[in-house]
């Protein structure tokens, strides 16, 4: 497949993470550290596939305030196209904080995305012409409903979704048939197969389920039990690769942009499972959302580990 560009329809974030040095206390003040930096699903599958070296259009809402000129300038550095997001004058840009345990994994999150109401099909509507140019089409659940329709309806190329939470996973489950590849981790696979996931077995039959529902793959995420890759009569179990975690936060989005990366590359599932693994791999170990080392031929190299 032609590589061409990637149009990823989502939110942009502003992400204030902390991680605490010792098990975390509620209702206490836990010493730690605090970073902040820009992320977003959407916004981190598309500078993952900038790092990939996939050329990138970010179809998503920015507010009005400090945060736009910072989302603006590292777009620019990263050679994401921003030129048809959607500037909503007023509004806050989408925050997102999160709560990391000492061993990096989250603890509790919040997020106020509001601005990406905005997104919606009439929006959607006016990029038609350039979802039909790009190579594929990337969406999160971030977005509404109704616009998820809207895409799933009107792109004429391969739709990736990433269902994101078990809030906003169910969404999607009008516009399962029209998904060529989903990736949701073992509590959004049993929320939409109805199947519970509790090992590889039941990993295995959810990931069937979503399939008889229409979805053409599955890559589902067990976490640190590794992946499941799932196409028309073929399974792969891939192990998770070894990592020095230090935030486990950006691992999904990193996951997602590798599997959007070996797709235009020819790659096989089992290959795309690989692959994706070691991007996830790659991804923890750094404290950053994004890990700045992430590259194709660390990833390659990672997934012969």
Avoid at 55 to 60: D, G, I, K, P, V
Wanted: charged share 15%; proline share 5%; net charge negative.
């Amino acid at each position: 497949m032609d590589s061409g560009f990637v149009a990823v329809a989502g939110g942009v974030n502003v992400d204030i993470g902390a991680q605490s040095f010792a098990p975390l206390l509620a209702r206490d003040s836990n010493p730690g550290r605090v970073t902040v930096s820009l992320g977003g699903v959407g916004r981190n599958i598309a500078h993952n596939l900038s790092l990939l070296g996939v050329q990138t259009e970010l179809l998503t809402a920015i507010g009005d305030d400090v945060y736009t000129i910072e989302i603006r300038r590292s777009c620019a550095a990263l050679g994401i196209g921003l030129s048809h997001a959607l500037h909503v004058p007023g509004q806050p840009t989408s925050t997102y904080v999160y709560l990391n345990g000492p061993d990096g994994d989250m603890q509790l999150a919040v997020s106020d995305m509001r601005v990406c109401e905005h997104l919606t099909p009439d929006y959607f509507a006016a990029q038609l012409p350039l979802l039909r140019e790009a190579a594929l089409v990337v969406a999160d659940a971030n977005l509404s409903a109704d616009s998820l329709r809207y895409l799933a309806e009107n792109c004429t190329v391969p739709l990736f979704v990433d269902t994101v939470s078990t809030i906003k996973a169910p969404k999607i489950r009008g516009i399962l048939p029209r998904i060529h590849t989903l990736k949701p981790n073992r509590m959004e696979a049993e929320l939409l197969s109805g199947v519970p996931v509790s090992d590889w077995a039941s990993a295995e039959r959810a990931a069937r389920k979503l399939l008889s529902m229409g979805v053409q793959r599955v890559f589902l995420s067990m976490g640190m039990d590794g992946l499941l890759a799932a196409g028309e009569g073929e399974t792969v179990w891939q192990p998770a690769i070894p990592a020095d975690t230090r935030n486990a936060t950006g691992a999904g989005d990193a996951l997602m942009a590798a599997m959007v990366w070996s797709f235009l590359h020819g790659e096989s599932l089992s290959r795309s499972a690989a692959l994706g693994a070691a991007a996830s791999s790659l991804a923890v170990e750094s404290e950053q959302t994004i890990n700045p080392s992430l590259s194709a031929q660390a990833v390659r190299r990672r997934a012969e580990l």
